[in-house]
């Protein structure tokens, strides 16, 4: 992976006389105990480094950028606790950055930079999905840099970075390939398995243990693993309800690989034969996804994406007596069809920028009909080509014919 084309790509689009500092974070604690560390989406899209307790500080000035890593050293004590640590070596070659320090100089070097150089523009990482959420690290560091060099003026490197991870590499797709390919094989092992009267968490249990043993050491998000009404739910993970005969088991799940996402949702039939009703939905939401797909291309928005599939799954809700009207399609579909994928499961993008060539995109139509128990979600992720997009995953199965053909044994 070439992080240092992405480093490149974003110094480009910065003003002269500006300073980066991202930070890889810290750990974080449940009660006593350690929490599983995930690094910052920009530091690892800057870096491609995993470990705590890292940054990078990047400097333009009349053109020219200089930029330093800080580590922590390796010390012997800590890596038999926690593994083994990086050295200045290790985080050269993988990073593309040079200059290599320990985390410990930093303060002194932010300090020469601050008073021998010319600094007007400051990026940190400010972004917050919600209002209420707690203040991470990056925020911290911003708000004390903002403290001592109140002159300078904070901007956010989110932001900054948005338009760069929308547009995936070559490297980044072929990651992302890898993971749908490990996800397949686990949903294809959940398609071999699945009966009546195992958990929802078994059928989780095949999965995940599938997608691991293949080499995918993180999930995009918990799975999600609900049956009848409990798929239903849109991001339902209590995962302990027992299978029934007659039941649909909605799977919304994603292995990991490289640090890059797969976003896949089934729907099964737990006893491997739809329903005449069930496929009946079943047949409206794969329309729309399908739909989806062939709309999806240079130059559409994800709002437009939207309307589409909103506009699919409002005429079959009136050819099957659901609904009367158009507009009341949000009695059965809640959520948005589409959004990117990337290092995070939606990925770093603004609604309202248009498609181009390189992002990678969910197209997740669905309905939740809780009076009948029946939800049903089918999710695909898309590449959007020159002219039109490629279904990176249409090798998992979602014909409900195929599905129920894989079920019986027969493939």
Known sequence: MAFADHRKRLYETLPDNALVLSFAGVPLHTNEDDYHFEVNSQFFYLTGLERENMALLAVKSGGKTTETLFIEPADPTQERWTGKMPTREEASALSGVQDVRFVSDLSAALSRVMGRMRIEYAYFDLYRCQENDLTDMNALKAEDFRRKYPAVLLRDLHAACVPLREVKDEDEVALVRQAIGITRQGLERVMRTLKPGLTEYQAQANFEYTCQYLGATKFAFPTISGAGKNGCMMHYVTNRAELQDGQLLLMDLGAKYGNYCSDITRT????????????????????????????????????????????????????????????????????????????????????????????????????????????????????????????????????????????????
């Open 268 to 411: 099964f039939p737990v006893n491997g034969h739809y329903t005449p009703r069930q496929k009946e939905i079943y047949n409206l939401v794969l329309t729309a996804n399908r739909t989806v797909a062939e709309y999806a291309k240079p130059g559409v928005t994800l709002n437009d994406l939207n309307d589409v599939c909103k506009h699919v799954l409002a005429e079959g809700l009136i050819r099957l007596g659901l609904i009367t009207d158009e507009k009341d399609v949000g009695k059965y579909y809640m959520h948005s069809v589409s959004h990117s994928i990337g290092i995070d499961c939606h990925d770093a993008c603004f609604t309202g920028d248009v498609l181009q060539p390189g992002w990678i995109i969910s197209d997740e139509p669905g309905l939740y009909i809780d009076e009948e128990e029946i939800g049903i979600r089918i999710e695909d992720d898309l590449l959007i080509t020159q002219d039109g997009c490629e279904v990176l995953s249409r090798d998992i199965p979602k014909d409900p014919e195929q599905i129920e053909w894989i079920m019986a044994g027969r493939a």
